[in-house]
């Protein structure tokens, strides 16, 4: 089993920042992508951004987040950290921590993963 815990939600202003993170926990010696899900309300949950826990850290990212988000790792630490710049209004929604053990991971697709955090609110203000 694998526990994740999401850090760093809160109301920032339109065109601010906000970092979030993910602490894994458990046998985190299987996960092989690490991957950021949101859900804004009355919509279903949509992917973010994901890395790959090794060969060089392969970066994945949904159109409207590419050059204002970046994700990010650190294996001994077993955390990922999503840095959210000039973030908007739409930006606002729940957003999800998850794991993937799959070895032919397709880390775009919420059914790929394994594990997932409880989910940390994040709201932007126009």
């Known amino acids: 089993q694998v526990q994740l815990v999401e850090s760093g939600g809160g109301l920032v202003q339109a065109g601010g920042s906000l970092r979030l993170s993910c602490a894994a926990s458990?046998?985190?010696?299987?996960?092989?992508?690490m991957g950021w899900f949101r859900q804004a309300p009355g919509k279903e949950r949509e992917f973010v951004a994901a890395?790959?826990?090794?060969?060089?850290?392969?970066?994945y990212y949904t159109d409207s987040v590419e050059g204002r988000f970046t994700i990010s790792r650190d294996n001994a630490k077993n955390t990922v950290s999503l840095q959210m710049n000039s973030l908007k209004a739409e930006d606002t929604a729940i957003y999800y921590c998850?794991?993937?053990?799959?070895?032919?991971?397709?880390?775009?697709?919420?059914?790929?993963?394994?594990?997932w955090g409880q989910g940390t609110q994040v709201t932007v203000s126009s």
């Open positions: 890395i790959i826990r090794w060969s060089g850290g392969r970066t």
């Open positions: 998850a794991a993937a053990t799959s070895p032919n991971v397709v880390p775009t697709r919420a059914y790929a993963y394994d594990y």
């Open positions: 458990g046998r985190t010696s299987g996960i092989n992508a």
